[in-house]
Every structure is written in C-alpha cells, then in structure tokens.
C-alpha cells in the first residue's frame, strides 16, 4: 500500500496528524523523501515538485541520487539539496522525534550494527541498522557502531560499545537523550548512562542526587554509540 492514515503515523515523525487524510508510507523504515522535503523542510509545496525534483536529479541521500519519493531516510542519513549545495541529516530530537537539521559535514554517517557473518574465505560481513551489508576487516563487535564513508561504501572506524562511549537512545521512553556509559551489564544486556547535563532539572529543582547528572538503565538494543575514545 502506497499511504497510510495521517491519524496512524509513527509517533517520531515530526508532522501533523491533522491534514490530508493520507500520507506516503516510506518503503524501508524512517522518513519518506516526500515528507522531507513537503512536509519538513518545505522546499516543494506539493508532490509534483518533489518529483521533478528528483527527476532533475537535485537530490541526493547520503551522496546517491533520490529516483522515488517514496525512498526513507533513517537516523544519522544526509540529504543533500544539490542546487542550493545544503546538506541534512536526520537526527533525534530529545522528545524521541525525528528532526532535520542543516549540517555542513556530508560524507559519512553513523550505523549500528544489528548482526555478522562469517563467509567464505573468512570474509566478515557486519549487517547494519540502515539495511546495509558491508565487508570489512575491521575489528567489531555486535551492538558497536560503525562510520561509513559514503565516497566508497567502506567504514571509516569502529565505535564500541563500552565505557565512556558517548550514545544516544533510539527507542523507549529515554528516546532522544544522549549520555555517557558508565557501566555495561551483560547479563541484563543494559547499560548504566549519566545523560548530558541539558536533561538534569532547572535550577530550583534540581535534587542532590541530580547535581552530578542523572542517571538511568537502558537496554544496549536501544543505544547507538555516537563517539568512542
């Protein structure tokens, strides 16, 4: 089916629920290039902009060119508006919601990785949260990130997941909110954060507890590394 009820939206897409009865249904999971574009960003004030847009070959995510409006945008892909020479990438807001927002850095993106294989002639395969299957040498466990560079397909560097990562939170109530790994616990499969210091109450209502950062459990399938010393 090529749309779904505006009432019946995932609650991270940023958009109305009140409006046009129906809205396009992405083809992979995250955010429908028409949406984005329409409905975000608002650079075509309908769909037969977006796609002569995309028929002129003016848009691009993460570095290839955009043939259906219906293609998805996921966490942490660029999309780059050719003539104008912008760049965006898809990000978490702290409500847990997708956001768009103008970068000047579109070469690479952050992916978690969601599975490995072993193939023949002992070549890794790491399967990634975008959907993508990538070969590679490097040393990586599941659960860590990986940064790919768009230029060739290739991971740049690993970003485990471990102690004094930096993450964010990409599902459940703490959605949206980034911290630090103080502590893994592999039998629960949680790790321990102290979330950054914009999530600790205003001053007067903030308890001694808090006065470091707070702290929270969450479940490592629901973190993605976004920084690793």
Known sequence: MAHLKRQKIPKNWPIHRKGTKYVVTPNFKGLAILIILRDILKLAQNRKEVKRALHAKHILLNGKIVKDEKNSALLFDVITNVPAKENYRIELSDKGKFKVEKVSE????????????????????????????VLSEIKCSVGDSVLISFKDNKIEKCLGMKEKAKVIVIAGKHAGETGIIKSIKPRRKMAGLSVDEKEIPKEGTRTSNEASGKEVNVLIKQLMVVEAK
């Open 106 to 133: 579109a070469s690479n993106k952050i992916a978690k990785i969601m599975n490995k294989k072993t193939l023949k002639g002992k070549k890794t395969q790491l399967n990634l949260s975008d959907g993508r299957n």
